[in-house]
């Protein structure tokens, strides 16, 4: 009979277990890896879901002033300023008196106000933070400009083509950017395909002029 191991050689056949270092690290390397690769996806996935918001609220911003045209067709004239002169970062600098609304306005004095209104929305100011002296907006849409245009019918005043342009600078480069020798408001920034436009168009009626 063969003589029975020693616990020596017992513990000396054992097999150990466990991980070495570089297998921990290699690892580690690999986790680093996904965990940046999820971190860049939410980054993305912000960025595009900042560039629908703010597309959306041109849209909607859009649509507002058209509601305001349609409400006051007798000022529509007043509305128009052309693609020289956008709205957009407090271009506008004080209220216009009276305010239209404790107070009775005409035409023009209700275009006037519309068109303060409608500057505060699209720069966000119903929304501020306070950095030293500085106030901030923080809604409304980044670096807006805004223009309307109105083109009357023949042997019309009141009624006719009102297009609303708003350009907006977006987060990244896009190929919907404003085209070069396109509609532009105010400065072209052509070269900088960050610019988003937006250009809504629809026709006003003046019924007196009917």
């Known amino acids: ?17 466990g991980f070495t270092l570089i297998e921990v690290m290699i690892s580690a390397v690999i986790l ?29 911003l859009a649509d507002g002033i058209f509601e305001r045209i349609r409400r006051n067709p007798a000022g529509v004239t007043g509305y128009d300023t052309g693609l020289q002169a956008p709205l957009g970062n407090a271009s506008i600098a004080d209220e216009p008196d009276p305010d239209c609304r404790g107070t009775s306005c005409d035409a023009t004095q ?19 933070v306070t950095e030293g002296e500085e106030t901030i907006n923080t809604v409304g849409l980044r670096n807006v400009r805004a223009c309307i245009d109105f083109t009357a019918d023949a042997g019309r005043v009141n009624t006719g083509i009102v297009d609303v342009v708003i350009q907006w600078q977006g987060l990244k480069e896009t190929s919907d950017a404003v085209a070069a020798n396109g509609v532009v408001c105010g400065e072209a920034g052509d070269e900088d395909a960050t610019w988003r436009q937006l250009i809504v168009s629809s026709y006003v009626i003046d019924e007196t002029e009917l």
């Open 1 to 17: 009979m063969l003589p029975a191991p020693s616990k020596a050689c017992s513990l000396g056949g054992r097999r150990q277990s």
């Open 32 to 60: 680093s890896i996904g965990v940046l690769g999820i971190a860049g996806v939410l980054m993305m996935s912000k960025v595009y879901q900042h560039e629908s918001i703010q597309r959306t609220l041109a849209v909607e």
């Open 110 to 128: 209700l275009a006037s106000h519309d068109l303060w209104d409608w500057e505060q929305l699209l720069d966000g100011a119903s929304a501020t």
